[in-house]
T-cell receptor
Framework: DSGVTQTPKHLITATGQRVTLRCSPR?????VYWYQQSLDQGLQFLIQ???????AKGNILERFSAQQFPDLHSELNLSSLELGDSALYFC???????????????FGEGSRLTVL | AQSVAQPEDQVNVAEGNPLTVKCTYS??????LFWYVQYPNRGLQFLLK??????LVKGSYGFEAEFNKSQTSFHLKKPSALVSDSALYFC??????????FGKGTRLSVIA
């Protein structure tokens, strides 16, 4: 158990809809990262927050947004969903802005999104 | 931009035989290199890392990896594969102040 909690584990929705994925980082970790895993694209970095502030941005679509709240949990909002957004969305956390003491990240078990 | 290549989508090996999962990284200062493993329906788990020091790095579950600067490679190895090693393996590169960039993953299948 990594200590990172993601909800929901599974989500099925229709095209055009909006969903929110939630992540609770390990206790004490200030950084939260969102990654998207799909069969054809592998594991793609979306966005990172550190202590409530956006720290780094990757291949995140404009239809997607995220935030980190004062209690350090994070939410990833996906809107105007398309079939191609179906993927496994991972949250990871680390104690500092550059990763853990060894630079490693601690991953949740993911939220599987299916868009029909 | 950093990039990581895992040239094999799938690696098959017989139980008890040595295994190698390949990874090459882009040249970018002093790279931080990682291996993660993903078991079915689970998140990624950290296996090992190279930051500096000895080129041979030992990690969890008997895995090790060799950093080769001249070949820009960081191949994952294990002397004797187990069926329970079957999983998806990811190589990743970081620089210490940027989020990790992952390869596309290599599926390892160990056959009894």
């Amino acid at each position: 158990d990594s200590g990172v909690t993601q909800t929901p584990k599974h989500l099925i929705t229709a095209t055009g809809q909006r969903v929110t994925l939630r992540c609770s980082p390990r206790s004490g970790d200030l950084s939260v990262y969102w990654y998207q895993q799909s069969l054809d694209q592998g594991l793609q970095f979306l966005i990172q927050y550190y202590n409530g502030e956006e720290r780094a941005k990757g291949n995140i679509l404009e239809r997607f947004s995220a935030q980190q709240f004062p209690d350090l949990h994070s939410e990833l909002n996906l809107s105007s969903l398309e079939l191609g957004d179906s993927a496994l969305y991972f949250c990871a956390s680390s104690p500092d802005v550059a990763g853990g003491p060894a630079g490693e990240l601690f991953f949740g078990e993911g939220s599987r999104l299916t868009v029909l | 931009a950093q990039s990581v290549a895992q040239p094999e989508d799938q690696v098959n090996v017989a139980e008890g035989n040595p295994l190698t999962v390949k990874c090459t990284y882009s040249v970018s200062g002093n790279p931080y290199l990682f291996w993660y493993v993903q078991y079915p329906n689970r998140g990624l788990q950290f296996l090992l890392k190279y930051i500096t020091g000895d080129n041979l790095v030992k990690g969890s579950y008997g895995f090790e990896a060799e950093f080769n600067k001249s070949q820009t490679s960081f191949h994952l190895k294990k002397p004797s594969a187990l069926v329970s090693d079957s999983a998806l393996y990811f190589c990743a590169q970081g620089s210490g102040n940027t989020p990790l960039v992952f390869g596309k993953g290599t599926r390892l299948s160990v056959i009894a």
